[in-house]
């Protein structure tokens, strides 16, 4: 199976302070997501990301969120100023088209004190 | 709005026992269906999908899953687990935007 790499595995910040959460796809997918599960709860789609531009986004990512793929590889989620509600499990995921298998990372832990 | 349900949120097997996880969801149109497992400590991965063709499916680990369209549901099955097969599962539904929708997930332990 084709992986993702994602980085940080864990990180902790402090409320009001921004995170960069990073993706390497190990592939030459063009679409990205981004996930979160908050602990005990189910897996939610934040965004999705193809060709430089947002494709769909959910209710959750509100104007504290942002995207980008600066370097045409990493792909990133932004949170400018975290809230204690951020805290969860964030995962990336690609595809190779918009109706294929969606690919997962290993996530990263969001811990905001 | 979509959804997917997943009845069981806990399931405790001992070795050797068959194995039903229960997933509906609701949606009219055509979907994709999945199965993925999420063992401790690690990333969630494809157990099996649906796009298509024959509603029985294959997945790896010897689960397969049965998509029925007049029950909006697709079962996931083994007829024996293992220990190894503690982990946490998940189905989702893909119905023609980006985005997956997740089940609530089904945490499995099986005892040795």
């Known amino acids: 199976e084709p992986e993702v790499t994602q980085t940080p595995s864990h990180q902790v910040t402090q409320m009001g302070q921004e995170v960069i959460l990073r993706c390497v796809p190990i592939?030459?997918?063009?679409?990205f997501y981004w996930y979160r599960q908050i602990l005990g709860q189910k897996v939610e789609f934040l965004v999705s990301?193809?060709?430089?531009?947002?494709?769909?986004k959910s209710e959750i990512f509100d104007d504290q969120f942002s995207v980008e793929r600066p370097d045409g590889s990493n792909f990133t989620l932004k949170i400018r100023s975290t809230k204690l509600e951020d805290s969860a499990m964030y995962f990336c995921a690609r595809s190779g088209g918009a109706s294929d298998t969606q690919y997962f990372g290993p996530g990263t832990r969001l811990t905001v004190l | 709005a979509q959804s997917v349900s997943q009845h069981n949120h806990h399931v405790i097997l001992s070795e050797a026992a068959s194995l039903e996880l229960g997933c509906n969801y609701s949606y009219g149109g055509t979907v994709n269906l999945f199965w993925y497992v999420q063992y401790p400590g690690q990333h969630l991965q494809l157990l099996l999908k649906?796009?298509?063709?024959?509603?029985l499916v294959k997945g790896i680990k010897g689960f397969e899953a049965e998509f029925i369209k007049s029950k909006f549901s697709f079962n996931l099955r083994k007829p024996s687990v293992q220990w190894s097969d503690t982990a946490e599962y998940f189905c989702?539904?893909?119905?023609?935007?980006?985005?997956?929708?997740f089940g609530t997930g089904t945490r499995l332990k099986v005892l040795a």
């Open positions: 592939s030459n997918h063009l679409y």
């Open positions: 649906y796009f298509s063709g024959d509603p």
């Open positions: 989702a539904v893909h119905s023609g935007t980006y985005k997956y929708i």
């Open positions: 990301f193809y060709n430089n531009e947002i494709s769909e």
